[in-house]
């Protein structure tokens, strides 16, 4: 359907010059004053309005208010000869999505109502998927419309309000701490406390304190007694992240506590008892790990009473646009920006990304974009170099330039190292960005960077 267009303005010429230029694109109407753009609007609302500030004896500003007034209103933008700074930013605090100045040039009208019609569609489709989902408060940010996440929203739905452990499987970034989050407000102890355990973070003697706590002199440097973290979440939830980590001993003392619902302290013979809701996250392949004696095949099953496995990115393409759209709103929000939308390339260059990082790349790719855009779009050259295809921060001795392409023999081990020493040279040398970008753990990063330099 061709998208509709209320043109107002008080010179007969510029109605006549704008319906010229703009009615291939769109269906125009056309209105001299207040009065007339009133009629327009109370009839079958149009899907944008262009509107001059002076319109002889009436504002503009009473026009663009009226717009917005009514149940279904049209994206707005302003238009005058008598342009300041003032002006603009009253338009724009009123709710006009733009402001130009004449004389106009079309391509840019043009331009910029096809980039406002396309903000309004980006709002209606996330306002159309926040109605699908009876709880949108509980779900959080885990929306999206493919397939794959949808059965994901059902399982979390389905398994929420039970007591069952889940673990939750699926590549770094790919929002396995959203579906936890989601799981808990979703659950019958929505109020009560939400504890989440890094496993990769904690060498095994500090996960173990972590976890069951320890009492005054259990180890060098316990000098008090440590409430662990099953403690504390008492009556509520606990999220293990990346529990492939952990080590032997402290698996033996998981399953106990998953098995007899008690813990003991660090130190200590006394059992304590605990109401704990489980869930449990992971990028590795539990079962191999099982497989090859690195993970109990009786904790595996434990953890895995329900199973859900999240997406890649990559397979959720029709979930980018969404996604884009709630990642706009929330950080011009926190930034104090007006919501600005993609420019095509911008919509399109996401599109075609693979999302190594996933959601979480997307998520960083975009906060860029609102942060480094200070025009009306956010466009390519706003995005990551890196999304571009270039690298911001070439090795020294890369004569600027990084390729990752397999060196002439192909040998993987190289390939390897060439990959991950790429990695830490766009995260800046950071080796938990750089192991997010890698889709592997921080553990593994390091375990990796002793074999390169063995």
């Known amino acids: 359907m061709t998208p509709t267009l ?3 303005d008080d010179e007969q010429a510029t109605r006549d010059g704008l319906r010229a230029a703009l009615d291939e694109e769109f269906d125009v109407f056309t209105a001299s004053n207040l009065e007339e753009a009133v009629g327009v609007l109370k009839g079958d609302p149009p899907d944008l309005m262009l509107t001059d500030l002076r319109l002889g004896g009436d504002s503009g500003m009473d026009v663009l208010d009226a717009a917005l007034s009514i149940k279904k209103p049209p994206v707005c933008l302003m238009m005058t000869a008598y342009g300041s700074v003032d002006t603009a930013v009253e338009a724009m605090r009123r709710g006009a999505w733009h402001f130009v100045t004449k004389p106009l040039n079309l391509d840019e009208v043009e331009m910029l109502l096809k980039r406002a019609l396309r903000s309004s569609h980006l709002e209606s489709e996330n306002a159309k998927l926040r109605e699908q989902i009876p709880d949108p408060a509980g779900l959080g940010r885990l929306t999206g419309k493919s397939s794959g996440i949808r059965r994901v929203i059902e399982t979390v739905k389905q398994v929420a309000p039970t007591r069952a452990t889940v673990l939750i499987e699926g590549e770094s970034g790919t929002g396995k701490e959203v579906v936890a989050h989601a799981i808990h407000q979703l659950s019958g102890r929505p109020a009560e406390k939400m504890v989440i355990v890094h496993c990769a973070a904690l060498s095994p003697q500090l996960l173990e304190s972590e976890l069951f706590g320890h009492e005054k002199g259990a180890f060098t440097g316990a000098s008090q007694r440590r409430v662990g973290r099953f403690e504390q979440a ?9 529990i492939g980590e952990i080590d032997a001993s402290t698996q033996v003392k998981l399953l106990r506590a998953l098995s007899e619902r008690t813990i003991e302290r660090v130190g200590s013979n006394t059992t ?19 497989e090859s004696g690195d993970f ?13 496995a999240m997406p890649p990115l990559r397979d959720r393409a029709e979930d980018v646009v969404l996604l884009a759209a709630g990642f706009l709103k929330e950080f011009a929000e926190e930034n104090g920006r007006p919501v600005k939308p993609l420019s095509d390339e911008a919509m399109e260059l996401l599109r075609r990304h693979p999302w190594p990082g996933n959601v979480r790349e997307l998520r960083t790719a975009i906060e860029h974009g609102v942060v480094m855009s200070n025009d009306p779009v956010i466009d390519v050259r706003h995005l990551p170099a890196a999304l571009r ?27 390897e190292t060439r990959t991950i020493r790429a990695a830490l040279a766009e995260a800046d040398g950071n080796r938990t960005r750089a192991a997010e970008m890698l889709g592997i753990s921080r553990r593994t990063l390091q375990r990796k960077l002793k074999e390169i330099d063995a």
């Open 296 to 308: 109990r095949e009786d904790l595996y099953f434990r953890l895995n009473v329900v199973r859900i």
């Open 234 to 242: 008492d009556g509520g939830t606990l999220f293990l992240d990346e």
């Open 389 to 415: 295809g270039e690298n911001s921060a070439p090795p020294p001795g890369s004569g600027g330039k990084i390729t990752l392409a397999a060196p002439p023999e192909f040998n993987l081990h190289a390939l």
């Open 272 to 290: 304590i008892k605990v109401d704990v809701r489980v869930l449990a996250a992971t990028n590795r392949n539990l079962v191999e790990m099982v």
């Open 6 to 8: 209320l043109i107002v």
